[in-house]
């Protein structure tokens, strides 16, 4: 027996394929005015929306229905955050589904999808929240996930660097970057500088003058 679903969204897939992703669109919306509560053609509508025809808000809507209808489908979900995550507006909102889909990725217990996420997370709460302390907080979770992803620790090092001034820390996963990928050049010329202008001659770390003095 024919699967209409997978009928449906083949057809779609040949259609964008062939270079006629609003054909896709017109196979898939067909199929929905009849079987709304399909999941997996909207979310190909909603891709095709999003990013063939440049139509992003009518791709979020899509999105927000399938999260109407499940709001634990992590696939919407990592599909929502990843294309607002990058527009202000959203930012609240984003923040609230990231969290929800932590918590979701979590109890799947699969390390290097949690690290995806909780690495995401961090990007965002960096950029749109500007929380650099929460930053931090989900970079250590993706780290503690997959430890020898050097991309993690080389991300967190430029959060400690720039904006949370932890010096050590910093030196710390820059060494663990150079370590998983002695090749490096971005991490070695970043080493480089902050052993030059943070620590003295002996590998301590420089007075920074009365206030540091009270931290340390």
Excluded: W
Excluded at 135 to 151: C, F, L, N, Q, R
Aim: glycine share 2%; net charge neutral; charged share 30%.
């Amino acid at each position: 027996m024919s699967d209409p679903v997978f009928e449906a969204v083949s057809k779609a897939k040949r259609q964008e394929e062939s270079g006629n992703p609003k054909a896709a669109a017109e196979t898939l919306e067909k199929f929905l005015s009849e079987n709304p509560m399909s999941i997996p053609p909207r979310m190909e509508l909603a891709r095709i929306y999003i990013y063939k025809l440049n139509d992003r808000e009518f791709g979020i809507t899509q999105l927000d229905v399938i999260l109407d209808m499940d709001p634990d489908n992590i696939d919407a979900l990592k599909a929502a955050t990843t294309v607002m995550m990058t527009d202000k507006k959203y930012r609240f909102r984003v923040d609230e589904d990231y969290s929800h889909l932590v918590s979701l990725v979590a109890a799947r217990k699969d390390p290097k999808e949690f690290a995806q996420v909780c690495a995401a997370y961090a990007v965002f709460l960096r950029r749109q929240m500007v929380d650099f302390p929460k930053s931090g907080e989900y970079y250590e979770k993706a780290i503690a996930a997959v430890p020898d992803a050097y991309e993690y620790h080389q991300d967190y090092a430029v959060l400690l660097l720039n904006d949370l001034k932890d010096y050590p820390k910093a030196k710390t996963e820059l060494e663990e970057v150079l370590r998983l990928k002695p090749n490096s050049i971005s991490a070695r010329k970043n080493y480089d500088l902050l052993m030059k202008t943070k620590y003295d001659k002996d590998g301590n770390l420089k007075k920074q003058g009365f206030f540091s003095r009270l931290r340390h």
